[in-house]
């Protein structure tokens, strides 16, 4: 079938499901500690392919791209800022041919490192940033930028506008959560799931969500939250495979494809929208996913 809107594919009651995780499916192909994963884009694009392919195969009705860290901000520590369009549209363009021409490619855009309440960059700063990565990652044939494992709403709200004023694409933001001593979820910056709901959508996102930071178990209640916060809004959810254990110094994340699936249904029933994975997951999550909400979309 051919591609619509994701918000009109959404509106019609169909459950979506997303890919898994990307970094640690590098590592695997022999992505070494301190190597920049997105020059792989150039350098080695058809490992890159192969990750973005994996997941169609699997059932996923949507990919991410290899560009999480492809901000100018991120890619100067590699002495790779003059190449960040290259690498961006790059990062599209494999993702696009993995995806062919009926599902979609939401583009990652993952945070710079920078932090306006810390005092090194403002937020016209961020924006330019966030501006000069969407506008390669829509050159290359991205149907939406996924602004993801945000922490602090200027900066989330800068990559939201960036991609909003500079390309026709659809926007996506998911924060990174973690439950607090008081049995809260806030992020790094003390935003709640209520807050970043509310405020990105006010910012102009199509889509809102979660990422990271949680299993599919602990973004249950994270959901709820940002559904009442936001009753008509897609939501997005791709969750860590469990919380990570620390062994022998490598972590590990626990929840296996079966218990992912076994939960689906519920982060569904909480208000998700889009189902995936993030650290830890592989295609066999994503396809016990798939098998697991096939009943439920319309």
Same mark, same amino acid.
């Given at each position: 079938?051919?591609r619509s809107k994701i918000c009109e594919a959404v509106k ?31 350098? =080695? ?12 195969? @699997? ?6 791209? +290899? ?10 520590h590699y002495d790779l800022g003059d190449r960040t369009a290259? *690498?961006?549209?790059?990062?599209? =363009? ?5 995806? !062919? ?5 939401? #583009? ?22 966030f501006r000069e990565q969407v506008i390669a990652l829509a050159?290359? !044939?991205?149907? $939406? ?6 922490? #602090?709403?200027?900066?989330?709200? $800068? ?6 004023? &500079? ?28 807050? #970043? ?5 006010? $910012?102009?996102? &199509?889509?809102?969500?979660? +990422? %990271?930071? +949680? ?12 559904? =009442? ?34 939960? @689906? ?12 994975? %993030? %650290?830890?997951?592989?295609?066999? &999550? *994503? =396809? $016990?996913?798939? +098998? ?7």
């Amino acid at each position: 079938m051919g591609r619509s809107k994701i918000c009109e594919a959404v509106k019609k009651g169909r459950i979506l499901i997303s890919d898994g995780a990307w970094g640690t499916f590098l590592q695997q192909k022999g992505l070494q500690p301190g190597e920049c994963p997105e020059l792989w884009c150039l350098a =080695r694009p058809n490992d890159v392919l192969a990750v973005a392919q994996s997941y169609i195969d @699997a059932g996923a009705d949507m990919i991410e791209t +290899n560009s999480f860290g492809g901000s100018r901000f991120n890619l100067a520590h590699y002495d790779l800022g003059d190449r960040t369009a290259e *690498i961006n549209e790059a990062a599209a =363009r494999i993702s696009r041919k993995a995806a !062919g021409g009926d599902k979609w490619v939401i #583009a990652s855009v993952g945070p710079t490192g920078k932090m306006t309440a810390m005092g090194d960059v403002a937020e016209k700063d961020l924006y330019e940033a966030f501006r000069e990565q969407v506008i390669a990652l829509a050159a290359g !044939g991205a149907d $939406a930028i996924c602004v993801e494992t945000m922490s #602090a709403i200027d900066e989330a709200r $800068a990559a939201v506008r960036a991609a909003l004023d &500079h390309t026709k694409l659809e926007v996506i933001c998911t924060f990174t959560f973690e439950k607090t001593v008081k049995g809260e979820y806030r992020t790094m910056m003390g935003v709640s799931p209520e807050e #970043a709901a509310r405020d990105m959508l006010k $910012a102009g996102a &199509h889509i809102i969500g979660a +990422n %990271c930071g +949680n299993g599919i178990e602990q973004m249950i209640d994270i959901v709820k939250e940002m559904r =009442r916060a936001a009753p008509g809004a897609p939501i997005l959810v791709h969750a860590n495979a469990g919380l990570p254990q620390n062994k022998n110094g490598v972590n590990i994340f626990p929840d296996t494809p079966e218990k992912m699936a076994q939960l @689906a249904p519920e982060i569904v029933k909480a208000g998700a929208n889009i189902v995936g994975g %993030c %650290c830890g997951t592989t295609p066999q &999550h *994503i =396809r $016990a996913i798939k +098998n697991a909400l096939k009943s439920l979309s319309s």
